[in-house]
């Protein structure tokens, strides 16, 4: 069983910045943390689930145009734990975000709907 839990949101003024974590803990029979495509996503009230940015199995990063040059993947293997650092914040920028993850099969995906396993959230508001 696996479990994702975020931390880190808060509210803060455009321009500032905010760094989100994920831990991950749990393993199934056939995969463990190092097996596993990490992403952020994004809510907004009235909005679909928006797709922020994902972490390979190799370190390898991908970001939505909206947020390039602004935020920043990471993750800490030692820990298993993923972060998102975000600069430059700005209101559109406000929304539930959430950690999710699944099992690296051919690829990482950006598509919400693949993605297995997800965090409970934390706010992030920017104002």
């Known amino acids: 069983h696996v479990q994702l839990v975020e931390s880190g949101g808060g509210s803060v003024q455009a321009g500032g910045s905010l760094r989100l974590s994920c831990g991950f803990s749990?393993?199934?029979?056939?995969?463990?943390?190092?097996?596993?495509?990490m992403a952020w996503f994004r809510q907004s009230p009235g909005k679909e689930r928006e797709w922020v940015a994902t972490?390979?199995?190799?370190?390898?990063?991908r970001y939505a145009d909206s947020v390039l040059e602004r935020f920043t993947i990471s993750k800490d293997n030692a820990r298993n734990t993923v972060s998102l650092q975000m600069d430059s914040l700005k209101p559109e920028d406000t929304g539930m975000y959430y950690c999710?993850?699944?099992?690296?099969?051919?690829?990482?995906?950006?598509?919400?709907?693949?993605?297995?396993?997800w965090g409970q959230g934390t706010q992030v508001t920017v104002s």
């Open positions: 999710a993850a699944h099992p690296r099969n051919g690829y990482c995906s950006m598509r919400a709907a693949d993605f297995v396993y």
């Open positions: 972490i390979d199995l190799d370190g390898s990063t």
């Open positions: 749990g393993y199934t029979s056939s995969y463990t943390y190092d097996n596993y495509c």
